[in-house]
């Protein structure tokens, strides 16, 4: 059964979005599932704003996203869309270059390439589409500020874990997907894989996606993992992918897509490249909360004289900007942070390596002690 454009999917530099690629895009476009919304919204951002940023969670769909809003916005464009994907480009410098050569530009950067650059965009009425911006970031910014004000028609689309920050950016999150939704998409790629569910299924495949923070690259790659279980004879497939799920085991590697993340690991260690060093430490620390935490809380756990409170503090907020933790509510409308549980696991393994798993999981037991007490106290205690 046909499903979604792979989440995230980061396939070398391509220049012309308004060509087989954005076919492409568009054909898979309405088979997203459950993203319907993300895309209108998107497109309705790509109809007030020159730059539209796509943010969230490794995993969660960003490109698939992005590219679906892109080919539905390309016809409105005198000058058609091109989209470049930058996992792949590591030297900074060359990203005006890059363009330039996806525009198929002169070859004629004497005069220094962005002011060639923004010559030759001047009267074009083009939708430029950058996809995995967060290891540029600041490049990315820097030649979208310098382009936007000389090119009055050119609008920018691009894809990041965290927003740009140029000015007038319009970020929009994609969060991870709904129960129903994600259920949904795990039961047409195990379709696609091979694997026939029955409707009494529902409950574990939806345990499955819960494991699985909802993601879709990991529900994706999740699905082929069951068809291969089955393959290989295992019995009570779904039970047996729940319970390495449910034990901590990565989640399952893919199919050697050329360009993509083949596990979900190697996306989060992507994020955590990005990080600075008290941000691991700090996402590190956090794996021991299972649940909402607040600010108070984290500083509480995870504060030290290596990571003072006031670092913590404004290291939640960073993680959240990096699409680490996810902002939440309390039931009482408090605002607090999750650490989704694949990002957990990530974090749990880099506080092993560094020794201080049984300190922080110890403070994490007596900060919950410490919550329980006033509940647990005799009346008038």
């Known amino acids: 059964m046909p499903g979604t454009p792979g989440a995230d999917d980061l396939a070398p530099a391509g220049p012309d979005l308004a060509g087989p690629e954005l076919a492409e895009a568009g054909r898979a476009g309405p088979e997203l599932v459950g993203r319907g919304t993300e895309v209108a919204a998107v497109q309705r951002l790509l109809g007030?704003?020159?730059?539209?940023?796509?943010?969230?969670?490794?995993?969660?769909?960003?490109?698939?996203?992005?590219?679906?809003?892109a080919s539905a916005a390309a016809s409105a464009f005198a000058d058609g869309s091109v989209l470049l994907r930058l996992e792949g480009l590591r030297d900074e410098s060359l990203l005006p270059h890059t363009i330039a050569a996806a525009l198929e530009l002169p070859d004629d950067f004497a005069r220094g390439c962005l002011p060639v650059l923004a010559e030759q965009l001047r009267d074009r009425h083009l939708l430029l589409v950058l996809d995995t911006c967060e290891h540029l970031l600041g490049a990315c910014a820097a030649l979208i500020a310098?382009?936007?004000?000389?090119?009055?028609?050119?609008?920018?689309?691009?894809?990041?874990?965290?927003?740009l920050r140029v000015p007038g950016e319009l970020a929009i999150a994609v969060r991870p997907l709904r129960l129903a939704d994600a259920v949904e998409l795990f039961g047409r790629r195990a379709a696609a894989a091979g694997v026939v569910l029955a409707p009494e299924q529902r409950a574990a495949v939806a345990s499955v996606c819960v494991q699985l923070d909802k993601l879709p690259l990991a529900i994706e790659l999740a699905a082929v993992q069951l068809a291969d279980l089955q393959r290989d004879g295992a019995e009570r497939p779904l039970a047996a992918l729940l319970a390495q799920l449910e034990a901590g085991h990565d989640v399952p590697r893919g199919d050697g897509e050329p360009g993509r993340h083949r596990t979900l690991r190697a996306a989060i260690g992507w994020s955590h490249e990005l990080c600075t060093p008290s941000e691991r430490l700090l996402w590190a620390r956090l794996s021991v909360f299972t649940g909402l935490f607040g600010r108070q809380d984290a500083q509480a756990v995870c504060a030290s004289g290596q990571l003072p409170a006031?670092?913590?503090?404004?290291?939640?907020?960073?993680?959240?900007?990096?699409?680490?933790?996810?902002?939440?509510?309390?039931?009482?409308?408090?605002?607090?942070?999750?650490?989704?549980?694949?990002?957990?696991?990530y974090g749990r393994r880099m506080l092993r390596r560094l020794g201080q798993d049984e300190e922080f999981t110890g403070r994490h037991q007596r900060w919950q002690d410490e919550r329980r007490r006033p509940h647990d106290a005799p009346a008038g205690k």
């Not at 009055?152 to 689309?157: D, T, W, Y």
């Not at 907020?317 to 408090?334: C, F, I, K, N």
């Open 48 to 69: 007030g704003g020159r730059l539209v940023t796509v943010t969230g969670l490794p995993g969660v769909g960003k490109t698939a996203v992005g590219l679906a809003a």
């Open 146 to 163: 310098a382009l936007l004000p000389p090119c009055p028609k050119l609008q920018v689309l691009a894809t990041s874990r965290e927003p």
């Open 310 to 345: 006031e670092t913590v503090a404004a290291g939640l907020s960073l993680l959240e900007e990096r699409s680490v933790l996810l902002a939440s509510q309390q039931r009482d409308g408090t605002p607090c942070f999750l650490l989704p549980i694949t990002l957990r696991a």
